[in-house]
Every structure is written in C-alpha cells, then in structure tokens.
C-alpha cells in the first residue's frame, strides 16, 4: 500500500555530512508516523528517529544534536540529515511508516540505503 524509497547514503570520512531522503508513493504521508532506522553487519535492526503526523521529532540518545529528522508532506518526503558522523554511524538505514491513527499495526519499510563513515 505504501512505497517507500531511500536515497542519500554513501561513503563519508568521520565529521562529514549526509543527507538520506525517503520518497513515498501510493499513500500521502500526512496520517503516518515516520521514522529512521538502521542496522549494521551482524547487529539488530535499532530506532534512530521518530517524527510524529504534528511534525515532533524524537532521537536516541547516540544521534541527539547531530541528527535531525524532518518532513515535508507537501512533496510526501521524510529527511534525516546527519552532521558530525561517526564511525559507528556506519549501518543501513530504513525508513519506516506506521499509520498513526488505526487500530490495526501494520509497518511499512523502504529497502534501505547504505551510509560508511570510514577514513
């Protein structure tokens, strides 16, 4: 029912900047909670972001100041802009959606895009 489609990772040398963007189609984004996740080789998927259908966002305490999750609803996109990368930033990272007013859980993912923070 959703679509989603990551775009933005790449390779980056420690203290650079990323941009990943999360492009939905086939439902608009306005009733849905929205959030970032990744996962690295041999470790469990793990939350990185949250924003809520009011515009709030959330972070883990690994990303607080230097990640910022946004989104546009206009142009049905979700952005989390990374700053000051880490080494251990290094992962894929998935977008997420969850209907925020449903009674019924359904989660939808895009495929993931691959950020290396690496020298």
């Known amino acids: 029912q959703v679509h989603l489609v990551e775009s933005g990772g790449g390779l980056v040398q420690p203290g650079g900047s990323l941009r990943l963007s999360c492009a939905a189609s086939?439902?608009?984004?306005?009733?849905?909670?929205m959030g970032w996740y990744r996962q690295a080789p041999g470790k469990q998927r793990e939350l990185v972001a949250t924003?809520?259908?009011?515009?709030?966002?959330n972070y883990i305490d690994a990303v607080k100041g230097r990640f910022t999750i946004s989104r546009d609803n206009a142009k049905n996109t979700v952005y989390l802009q990374m700053n000051s990368l880490k080494p251990e930033d290094t992962a894929a990272y998935y977008c997420?959606?969850?209907?925020?007013?449903?009674?019924?859980?359904?989660?939808?993912w895009g495929q993931g895009t691959q950020v290396t923070v690496s020298s």
């Open positions: 997420n959606a969850r209907p925020a007013y449903s009674d019924v859980v359904v989660n939808y």
């Open positions: 086939g439902s608009a984004l306005s009733f849905y909670t």
């Open positions: 924003i809520t259908t009011g515009g709030n966002p």
